[in-house]
């Protein structure tokens, strides 16, 4: 079965640009969550979509955003991007309603200059 | 609320050395425990889990004890190798239904 994947794997940006990354989750998961990984925070969760609904929000400002289609694949996008946005964004995805095993896909590393 | 602290990295031990790295947690309720690995230029993958107090998670000789009187999930492996180098994370989440809380992670690197 494949695995979680994430496009691109790297991304460069200017500031004030915008950005969707895209993951597809394992076949049958249904639930897709969004995390941002950099060196002083740590991993941050973003959000986590089910069945096209957004269930959980991390503490983040509305520039992010996220979305999930009916075949359980998920987007996020970011919007006016800052310096500060850099990092590793990974996104896992889960059998249904529990997100106890939570299977993570490669990261796409966002560069902002 | 929950929150997860791991020992500060970086650890590094030669092979077949007795690996521990320390993991605390803060949780309402009873939290489930996890630790995940990465390794470098990839994503996280889930290395054992304990999701009531007492149970010990293990695989790939890793295992970890969810003490519920300390609070902590340890890491232990009896005999690192060189392929065991990466940076190992700690997080629980307290419902099925709610995010997983990180720790920062520790860097382990095993020299031959």
């Known amino acids: 079965k494949a695995g979680v994947t994430q496009t691109p794997r790297y991304l460069i940006k200017t500031r004030g640009q915008q950005v969707t990354l895209s993951c597809s989750p394992i076949?049958?998961?249904?639930?897709v969550s969004w995390y941002q990984q950099t060196p002083g925070q740590g991993l941050q969760f973003l959000f986590e979509y089910f069945s096209e609904t957004q269930r959980n929000k991390g503490n983040f400002p509305g520039r992010f955003s996220g979305r999930q289609f009916s075949n359980s694949r998920s987007e996020m996008n970011v919007s006016t991007l800052e310096l500060g946005d850099s990092a590793l964004y990974l996104c896992?995805?889960?059998?249904?309603?529990?997100?106890?095993?939570?299977?993570f896909g490669p990261g796409t590393r966002l560069t902002v200059t | 609320g929950n929150s997860v602290t791991q020992m500060e990295g970086p650890v590094t031990l030669s092979e077949e050395a007795f690996l521990t790295i320390n993991c605390t947690y803060t949780a309402t309720g009873y939290p489930s425990l996890f630790w995940y690995v990465q390794y470098p230029g990839e994503g996280l993958q889930l290395l054992l889990k304990?999701?009531?107090?007492?149970d010990k998670g293990s695989n790939k000789g890793f295992e970890a004890t969810y003490r519920k009187e300390t609070t902590s999930f340890h890491l232990e492996k009896g005999s690192v190798q060189v392929s065991d180098s990466a940076v190992y994370f700690c997080?629980?989440?307290?419902?099925?239904?709610?995010?997983?809380?990180f720790g920062k992670g520790t860097r382990l690197s095993v020299i031959a």
């Open positions: 997080a629980l989440t307290d419902s099925g239904n709610t995010p997983l809380v």
């Open positions: 304990a999701t009531k107090a007492d």
């Open positions: 896992a995805s889960s059998l249904a309603a529990s997100l106890y095993e939570q299977y």
């Open positions: 076949s049958g998961h249904r639930s």
